[in-house]
């Protein structure tokens, strides 16, 4: 009897030393993973302080979401609502701080591990979106990139809408232009409203993040995803445009179809950028979201 005691007394010691090593693991694990995590947002940090994007003039709109000053710290916490999203243009002291806002009951959530784990603004495709008001940008050219990933395709839906808000802001007018629309699940459609200039590209498909980019210079519209160029469409003539809509289309000033998926990245030039400074770009936008470009 004291042998078999002395047995299961080793036993239980045993058993102790068992859940402390794997209690020293699972902690150890645990912090491993949230050193990793600070170290790829520091990472995205950098890459954006450092990127192509701050050298290329005529630079609009610049919001991102790896950055402190891109939300208000109470906000930037997974799962809270956004009710501000902060342009970081580096070279207009007008524009750096302007914001995108949202009305209470349709604003996006902020997930902290997003589009290759950094953080990104989750719409739901039901009525979230986002808007900002511009300095009127008056020009025939026009460069834009977003970084996205759809979670469920909606018909029509736009993940970003340039209106004039004199003309009703309908997008359907010559001076206004819709980006990234999905009149279908299979494609995209970047359009200037009312006049055609349209171009498309075949959509990857839901859950797969991509960058997408439109040009136009004045004479032409060539949309690219992941740096692979689409048909031209003809276009000529300025654009009036003074807001900005993110995760929605706009007919009549309201926001009326919302886009389902995560945004993380959206950037806004008054020109058509020339090949070398779109491919620097998109060199940035591809090693910060792992997303392989052409």
């Not at 945004?263 to 060199?283: C, P, T, W």
Request: net charge neutral.
């Amino acid at each position: 009897m004291k042998t078999i005691k002395q047995q299961s007394a080793f036993s239980l010691i045993e058993l102790s030393v068992v859940i402390l090593i794997i209690g020293i693991l699972v902690i150890g694990i645990s912090q491993g993973s949230r050193i990793i995590k600070e170290a790829k947002l520091k990472t995205a940090q950098q890459l954006t302080t450092s990127s192509a994007v701050n050298s290329i003039s005529g630079l609009r709109l610049w919001a991102e979401t790896s950055l402190e000053k891109s939300f208000d710290a109470n906000e930037a916490i997974n799962g809270t609502i956004i009710t501000s999203w902060y342009n970081t243009n580096t070279q207009d002291v007008n524009l750096n701080g302007t914001r995108f806002q949202s009305v209470s009951d349709r604003r996006p959530i902020y997930i902290n591990a997003g589009i290759n784990g950094l953080p990104t603004l989750r719409f739901d495709g039901i009525d979230d979106y986002l808007l900002s008001s511009l300095p009127l940008m008056a020009t025939d050219q026009l460069t834009v990139f977003m970084v996205c990933k759809r979670s469920a395709w909606v018909s029509r839906a736009t993940t970003a809408s340039f209106t004039n808000v004199a003309d009703g802001g309908d997008g359907f007018t010559p001076t206004t232009f819709v980006f990234s629309s999905e009149a279908s699940a299979a494609t995209f459609v970047s359009e200037r409203g009312g006049v055609g200039a349209i171009t498309t590209q075949p959509h990857p498909g839901n859950n797969k993040p991509y960058i997408l980019a439109s040009i136009f210079n004045g004479t032409n519209n060539i949309l690219y995803l992941n740096g692979s160029a689409s048909t031209t469409g003809i276009t000529s003539g300025n654009f009036l445009i003074d807001r900005v809509v993110v995760g929605s289309r706009i007919a009549g000033n309201n926001p009326n179809i919302s886009w389902n998926g995560d945004i993380s990245e959206i950037i806004v030039f008054d020109k058509a950028l020339s090949v070398a400074e779109r491919k620097g770009v998109e060199a940035y936008l591809s090693q910060k979201y792992g997303i392989k470009v052409n």
